[in-house]
């Protein structure tokens, strides 16, 4: 079906980039004429983490642009399978035909709210009663996170919290820091937030756990191999291996 041929095109046209770089098209030191286009999905998080300084060298090096896909951590392989990108982080652990697939670490993720927040709201505790009423902020309509960690702390399918939807990383967290709402942050952007008091955890005793895996094609490739090996490196640098 056309679905197909349009996947198999994609495919075909980073595939011929690849081959190009093999035949010395893309090298190390590249000049600025031979920018290679680096098409990459990676969830939000990540990319407002750690993401960016795993890569930050290789671009430099190699001289390549990267094209990069903001996705939910668990769909961002539908990219990857569809072959509109070369590689993707993701919590899939298995990887898809043509794929292989490297362990990177996991995120923790806490629901927090700034204490003024948390005593006007969440005053009885974090009770269904209260998350129905209390602003939540979520990054859109696809990020589930939320439903995961309510799931645990108030063992309900369902909760159904009034939500402002934000799709940017900074916004987000100044949404929770300013008090407007409250929502799930990962470790790396809260812990000094948490430590000097400005956020609280409304669920200490129900963190959520995410583990992140990259998935590439398993092509023979350097420019592959070396945009693998400092996303796998850098992360587990900075991830908690698990």
């Not at 300084?53 to 539908?78: K, N, Y």
């Not at 996991?106 to 005593?119: C, E, K, N, Q």
């Not at 609280?200 to 992140?212: F, I, K, M």
Request: charge should be negative.
């Amino acid at each position: 079906d056309l679905h197909r041929v349009d996947r198999r095109q994609r495919q075909m046209c980073i595939r011929d980039s690849l081959e190009s770089e093999l035949a010395g098209a893309i090298v190390p030191g590249a000049s600025e004429e031979a920018f290679a286009s680096v098409p990459v999905a990676v969830n939000a998080d990540s990319l407002s983490t750690w993401f960016g300084d795993s890569v930050d060298a290789l671009l430099r090096e190699w001289g390549l642009v990267l094209d990069v896909r903001i996705d939910d951590q668990e769909l961002t392989h539908h990219s990857l399978r569809s072959g509109e990108v070369m590689g993707c982080v993701s919590v899939e652990s298995r990887p898809a035909q043509g794929c292989k697939v490297e362990y990177l670490g996991s995120m923790d993720y806490r629901l927090l709210a700034t204490p003024h927040f948390a005593g006007e709201w969440f005053g009885d505790g974090l009770v269904a009663a209260a998350v129905r009423r209390a602003p939540l902020v979520v990054f859109n309509r696809r990020d589930r996170l939320h439903d995961a960690l309510f799931r645990r702390a108030l063992r309900r399918a369902r909760v159904d919290p009034p939500v402002h939807y934000m799709p940017a990383s900074e916004p987000y967290l100044s949404m929770i820091t300013s008090g407007i709402a409250y929502g799930v942050v990962p470790d790396l952007q809260s812990a000094e937030l948490l430590d000097d008091g400005q956020l609280v955890d409304l669920a200490p005793e129900h963190a959520l756990r995410v583990e992140l895996y990259w998935h590439r094609w398993n092509l023979r490739s350097h420019l592959l191999d070396a945009l693998s090996a400092a996303i796998v490196d850098g992360a587990r640098e900075i991830l908690p291996q698990s």
